[in-house]
Structures are given as structure tokens and as C-alpha cells.
């Protein structure tokens, strides 16, 4: 008798379908209207089109897949999305990745499509109109079938982008059938996303999970422990700030990462 999750002998194609959708926020103060307007164009330059569809090409690469199509697009006033479309490597060459469920490498927003599944990236650059906080969102979603995981992108995507904030859900949907005629409805085991995550990573970021194992569906935020000011200004630094000034900001931005993890607006403390 086989263990859980040792390798399956398919009657065909591995139809299982594995979806890891990442929600990542970057949080930023600039205190006048220009700086905000700065920002915003800084963001917009920093992941444009042509920046978000190199990144979604290291996925590819990281995952064993092949491009087939890319397609991207800048918007006006601000945001990118870029589709490509891929496919699994050639059965000859399948052999020359490690296509079992693991963290995947560490890096030094788009839509991609694989065959019968999909890869995509969506950013969302915002400033609130009078507060000083800027919130960046890039939406990610790798969604694959067959023997492509999803998994082995996390880590490089969470690196790849400044995360202060992340929500991450995974979910196995479908089933694939072995030769016997028996149905597999997870073909690898997993308690938490949690699993995948490198140790720096799960150092760095307080966690929650919200997981249904039963509809192999898996759910973990994470937010950044420890800040340093200086990372979060823009157009000015910790010099240019009185005491009081860096005591107001440091609460607004942990205010702005904390409303975003719990995901409600919290009560005014004045």
C-alpha cells in the first residue's frame, strides 16, 4: 500500500488544479500632496509593465514551465498588468526539474496564463488624500495543473517585491485519477502554506492561518516584525523629523499595516 502522498501512477493527465493567490502591500508616508504624486510615479516606474513581466518570467522559470505569449499593458493614471502565456516542459525534458512541492529559491504584478492554467499580477498604487500614508498592492496569482507547483514561486515572490503586509491563499481544486480508478483530491501534504516559507522568512513576519483542510484550502497572513523609519519615508528622512513628528508617523503606518492584516478598520484611540 502506497503512503498518503507517495508518488501516484496517473491514468492520464494529472488534473488537479493548484491556485496560490497573494494579495502583497508595501506601506509608505509622504506628507505634502507633490510627495504623494511622487510616490505614485515612483511606484508606477518601479513595477511597470516591462518590470512586472520580468519578474512573472522568473515564476515561470522557477516552476519548469515555458512562455509561449507575453502580453502587458501600463494604464493611465498609474497600474500595470501583463499576461503570458505557458506550458509545461516537453516530457523529455521534464526530468531536468524538481517539480515536487517545495519552497523554491530566494530572488538576488501580471497576468500569466500556462496551459489550462494561469499565472497573474495586477498593481493597485494609492495615497491617502490627506493622512500622508501610501499603500502599493500587487495581486498575484499562480494557478497551475499537471506536474507544475505553484509552491516553489512563494518565496521568490514575497522577496521580490517590498512586502509589509501579505495574504496568501493556496487551494487544491479537482481530482485527479489514478490507474486503478480511484480519485486523488491532493497529491502532496500540507498543513499550512507556513510549510513552503524559508526560516529568515517566518523570522521576519508575525503569521495567522485561517486553513479548512477538509477542502484543502489554506490561508496565512503575514506582517513585518521589525521597521526602520527611514524605509518607509519618502522625500525626507528621520533628520528632517522632530521626536513628535516621528511618534505621529511610526502610529500611522503601523496603524495602516495593522488594519490591512486584520483586515477591518480599527477604532480611533483619541
Same mark, same amino acid.
Given at each position: 500500500m502506497n503512503k498518503p502522498f507517495d508518488k501516484i501512477k496517473l491514468h492520464?493527465? /494529472? /488534473?488537479?488544479?493548484?491556485?496560490?493567490?497573494?494579495? @502583497? +502591500?508595501? @506601506?509608505?508616508y509622504a506628507k505634502t500632496e507633490q510627495q504623494r504624486k511622487e510616490y505614485i510615479e515612483y511606484i508606477?516606474?518601479? +513595477?511597470?509593465?516591462?518590470?512586472?513581466?520580468? %519578474?512573472?518570467?522568473?515564476?515561470?522559470?522557477?516552476?519548469?514551465? /515555458? @512562455?509561449? /505569449?507575453?502580453s502587458r499593458q501600463d494604464y493611465e493614471p498609474q497600474?500595470?498588468?501583463v499576461t503570458i502565456l505557458v506550458s509545461e516542459e516537453?516530457?523529455?525534458?521534464?526530468? #531536468? +526539474?524538481?517539480?515536487?512541492? #517545495?519552497?523554491?529559491?530566494?530572488?538576488?504584478?501580471?497576468?500569466? &496564463?500556462?496551459?489550462?492554467? &494561469? %499565472?497573474c499580477v495586477h498593481t493597485y498604487p494609492e495615497? &491617502?488624500?490627506?493622512?500622508?500614508i501610501?499603500?502599493?498592492?500587487?495581486?498575484?496569482?499562480?494557478?497551475?495543473?499537471g506536474i507544475i507547483s505553484p509552491l516553489k514561486a512563494l518565496n521568490f515572490l514575497i522577496h521580490s517585491l517590498d512586502s509589509d503586509v501579505v495574504t496568501i491563499d493556496y487551494r487544491v481544486r479537482g481530482f485527479t485519477r489514478d490507474v486503478d480508478g480511484v480519485k486523488h483530491y491532493i497529491d502532496h501534504a500540507i498543513n499550512s502554506i507556513q510549510n513552503y516559507m524559508t526560516e529568515d522568512t517566518k523570522e521576519a513576519y508575525q503569521m495567522m492561518d485561517v486553513n479548512v483542510y477538509q477542502e484543502n484550502l489554506f490561508h496565512t497572513k503575514m506582517m513585518l516584525k521589525e521597521t526602520d523609519l527611514n524605509t518607509y519615508l519618502f522625500g525626507v528622512s528621520t533628520d528632517d523629523l522632530s521626536d513628535d513628528e516621528e511618534e505621529e508617523i511610526r502610529s500611522k503606518l503601523t496603524r495602516e499595516m495593522q488594519e490591512i492584516f486584520y483586515g477591518r478598520n480599527l477604532p480611533d484611540t483619541e
Open positions: 492520464g493527465f /494529472n /488534473n488537479l488544479t493548484k491556485s496560490l493567490s497573494f494579495s @502583497i +502591500y508595501d @506601506i509608505c508606477d516606474e518601479q +513595477y511597470n509593465a516591462d518590470r512586472l513581466t520580468d %519578474i512573472l518570467g522568473e515564476v515561470v522559470d522557477i516552476i519548469g514551465a /515555458n @512562455i509561449l /505569449n507575453v497600474g500595470a498588468s516537453p516530457v523529455e525534458q521534464q526530468q #531536468t +526539474y524538481d517539480v515536487d512541492e #517545495t519552497p523554491g529559491p530566494l530572488p538576488d504584478a501580471v497576468v500569466a &496564463h500556462l496551459d489550462k492554467s &494561469h %499565472i495615497a &491617502h488624500p490627506d493622512d500622508g501610501c499603500t502599493f498592492r500587487a495581486d498575484i496569482e499562480v494557478s497551475t495543473c
